[in-house]
């Protein structure tokens, strides 16, 4: 069964940073693309940053020039290191994995989600 597990939240003052991991588990042929998602209260799911396998990358315009995504390939784990933090950043942060398992399947998973805060 497939997992990601995601780390690094918390709560932070604005201007400060802060990095989220998220490592996918089980038994699976290849990850393709990974993003970072969130969530704040009363509003939809948007997208925050995604990358391709090859490293292409895709930002929101709201953290343009302040957060950047990168992964690991060789262990199945995507980065989102987040500067200049502002209040508007406060959400629950999905991570989520385009996986192709052993048998051929490929299928879309999400994190459980990780809280950030954005607070003095």
């Known amino acids: 069964q497939v997992q990601l597990v995601e780390s690094g939240g918390g709560l932070v003052q604005p201007g400060g940073s802060l990095r989220l991991s998220c490592a996918v588990s089980?038994?699976?042929?290849?990850?393709?693309?990974m993003g970072w998602y969130r969530q704040a209260p009363g509003k939809q799911r948007e997208l925050v940053a995604a990358?391709?396998?090859?490293?292409?990358?895709n930002y929101a315009d709201s953290v343009k020039g302040r957060f950047t995504i990168s992964r690991d390939n060789a262990k199945n784990t995507v980065y989102l290191q987040m500067n200049t933090l502002k209040p508007e950043d406060t959400a629950l942060y999905y991570c989520?994995?385009?996986?192709?398992?052993?048998?051929?399947?490929?299928?879309?998973?999400w994190g459980q989600g990780t809280q950030v805060t954005v607070s003095s």
């Open positions: 989520n994995a385009d996986v192709v398992g052993i048998g051929g399947g490929f299928s879309g998973y």
């Open positions: 089980g038994i699976i042929f290849r990850v393709y693309g």
């Open positions: 990358i391709t396998r090859d490293g292409i990358t």
